[in-house]
């Protein structure tokens, strides 16, 4: 059965996946870059940006891991882009350019429908406004077999988490505070929903743990 499964999802050590103040010139939130530096050193990441170099071992793997056997993208309208409310225009086509590394299609949960975009490389952006059940069916049907990944933020994570619907949830704990901001647990019972720590592998950059939805 293809699964719905959260990939290289970076949280500080108290709990946040993006800082507060998320704006055009902080996308991750103030402070939120530091989630991801274990990410951003490895040799794929380095790769899907059109550089050499990078690290291997753990941390590469797991960003590997997270591009393999992807047929669909659900994200939320916020990792989408800065604009909240009404679009003034149709001129946001996101925050990576017009070749995106999604390359499959891309649901985004909103409630401010807009066309589909269709951009290079075989990524399209599909806007879905009722509901998380309509976006994963979207995103399994499209995913055609494949799995579909979660790819955030935590608003759309945490309403995945509740309604049981995610299978796996592969977690990068990076080594910073963040304070405030967006936080993935708060008030959410994981342990109660079926979650159990199925793996997890320290790094120098990150502390790497899945959790598995027990059936
Ligand atoms: N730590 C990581 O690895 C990681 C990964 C991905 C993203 N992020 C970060 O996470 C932040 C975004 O997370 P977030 O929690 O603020 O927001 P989000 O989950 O990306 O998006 C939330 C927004 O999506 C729309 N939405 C969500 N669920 C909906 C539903 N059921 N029906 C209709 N619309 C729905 C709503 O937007 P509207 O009402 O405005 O339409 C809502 O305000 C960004 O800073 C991003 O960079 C971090």
């Not at 589909?116 to 399209?124: D, L, Q």
Request: contains cysteine; glycine residues 14%.
């Amino acid at each position: 059965m293809p699964k719905l499964r959260v990939q290289s999802f970076s949280i500080s050590l108290d709990g946040y996946g993006a800082g507060p103040n998320q704006d055009v010139d902080n996308p991750l939130g103030l402070g939120g870059g530091a989630l991801h530096e274990w990410a951003f050193a490895t040799q794929m990441f380095k790769h899907m940006h059109g550089s050499a170099g990078g690290v291997t071992g753990i941390d590469n793997d797991f960003v590997a891991r997270g591009f393999s056997n992807i047929g669909a993208w659900i994200i939320g309208r916020n990792m989408f882009g800065p604009i909240r409310g009404e679009w003034p225009d149709d001129k946001w086509k996101g925050w990576w350019g017009d070749n995106p590394p999604y390359h499959v299609p891309v649901f985004v949960l909103t409630n401010h429908w807009r066309q589909p975009i269709t951009m290079a490389g075989g990524t399209s952006f599909h806007f879905i406004s009722d509901g998380i059940h309509a976006a994963l069916k979207g995103a399994m049907e499209a995913a055609n077999g494949r799995d579909v990944r979660l790819g955030g933020g935590i608003a759309t994570i945490r309403q995945y988490l509740v309604a049981g619907l995610i299978d796996e949830i592969h977690l990068a704990i990076s080594p910073t505070l963040l304070g405030s901001g967006e936080h993935l647990f708060f008030g959410l019972d994981a342990a109660a929903l079926g979650y159990r720590c199925s793996e997890h592998a320290p790094t120098a950059n990150a502390t790497h743990v899945v959790l598995t939805r027990q059936t």
